[in-house]
Structure formats: C-alpha cells, structure tokens
C-alpha cells in the first residue's frame, strides 16, 4: 500500500459527502485543539478558565476559528452547521474537565511542529500533535485520536502496525508516548512511559503485557528503531510482496483495491487449482 501510495502516486478518488467523514472531523479537532493550546499553553492557565468560567468562551472562540481555517464548507448547511459547533463545544469541553480532573501540572512544550527523521537512506517529514512537559522535567509525546481505540499490542509484533508515536519516540526523547483518545463519553490517555503514573491510562512500559521483557525504555526504543529500518529498507528497496500484517483488518479498509488485485488473483489461482 505505502509503495502504491508514495512511490507509483497511486491515488484513491473521493468523493465529497454533503456532511463531514471522520477523517475531516478528526482534523478540525486537530486544528481546534491546537488553536486552543496555542493560547492557553498551561494546565494552571487551563483551570483559571474552568474556575472563572471562561473556559467554555473560550473554547467556543477556536471553534469558530478552525472552522474559518479549515477548507470544509458548511456554510450553506446551516442547521447542520450550527448543530456540529454544538458537537465540538461539548466533546471539547468534556476532553477539558478530564485534562483536568485526570492529569497533573503540564505546560505545553511543543505544538503541531514538523520534525525529520532518517530511517536506513528513508527521509520522513513527520508532524507531532503535541508534546507537554512535566513538573520534573520529562516530555510526553501526545498523539490525537478521534476514531476507534488504539490497540498498543501493534507496536510490538515483527512489523509495527499504527507506527506515529513509535516514530516520533525517535526525534523526542520523550518519557512517554501516549494516545489521546478523544472521543465522548470514551475519552481517556492511552500508551507507555518510563515511570508509573505520568498520567492515568499510561502504563508502565515493563509491566505492560505485550511488551517484550526490557530492562530499559533505550532498549524499548531500540527494539523499535530495527523493526522501523527494516521497514523502510523494504520500502526503497521496492519490495512488493503483498503481505498485509494484518490481512482482515488492513484489507477491508485499503482504497487502493484495484491497483493491488489481490482478491482477484487469488480467485483467479484457486480457479486453476480446480
């Protein structure tokens, strides 16, 4: 899929609905949520807001913001666009109270920032969501997430699946790499750290069940960095062996279908074997 979609230009037409998909919906929070720390750059400056009730103001105010910014158009929708701003204030505000509620002291180190990587000849320009810095010092590495649960057991199998925080674990030395799951009446922080209790959700990296036994969160680190080389080496070397990790789940949401045949050609296969 990665050599159809970056080396032969394969695109997957779409064609626009008169709403928004996820992947546009998960977006404007991207943008929202980094309009709002932008400003408020604090968890101290987060609850003056909570406590002097301006925090709903405020997140109103970048609300109406990422919508100018962004390119979707729903302007001639009106009740529908009244009644998203409606679904935004409300799944940002709850993600706010459990900011609050859940974490401790933080202020933002890092935001929607592009950062370069090398892996084995393999340039990546990447785009870090967010990265927060501790009372003590440490880095946690925030990634958003508006869709379905993340599953932590794919960053450690023989290739990584949902490789973001894997990656960006090589730029930042980081303490820890968590998920933001952003979703109402669901969220929470998912991911690994070195230390226990950085933030509810995270888990501690050695006491994690899928994580392979490692004395250190370099050796997690490491561990990682081979599987990723090895990964872009198979990329620049133009391996197309049609070997999905995981054949049901990447298989059903592939778009690029018709260039890969691979159902077709398996029909085709068992056709001759009869």
Known sequence: QAFAVHRLSSQHREFSDLDMDEGARGSLIHEILELFWSEVKTSDRLRELHDSGGLTSQIHQCIEKGLQKSEIDLYGQKAFFELEKERLASLLQEWMKYELEKRG???????????????????????????????????????????????????????????????YSQIVPADALAFAEIRKGKSRYRGLSIEPGMIPGVDLYSKYKDCPEMDHWEEVRDYWKIRLDR???????????????????????????TFCRKTELLSRFEGEDE
């Open 231 to 257: 990964t872009a080496k198979d990329f620049l070397d133009g391996n197309l062996v049609i070997d999905p990790v995981n054949e049901k789940e990447t298989c059903k949401v592939c778009d690029q279908k």
């Open 105 to 167: 002291t933080f202020k933002i180190f890092d935001l929607e920032q592009k950062k370069y990587l090398q892996l084995n000849g393999l340039a990546l320009e990447l785009r870090v969501d967010r990265i927060d810095e501790l009372d003590n010092g440490g880095k946690v590495i925030i990634d958003y997430k508006t869709g379905t649960n993340q599953n932590l057991k794919k960053w450690f199998g023989d290739r990584i699946e949902e490789p973001q925080l894997p990656l």
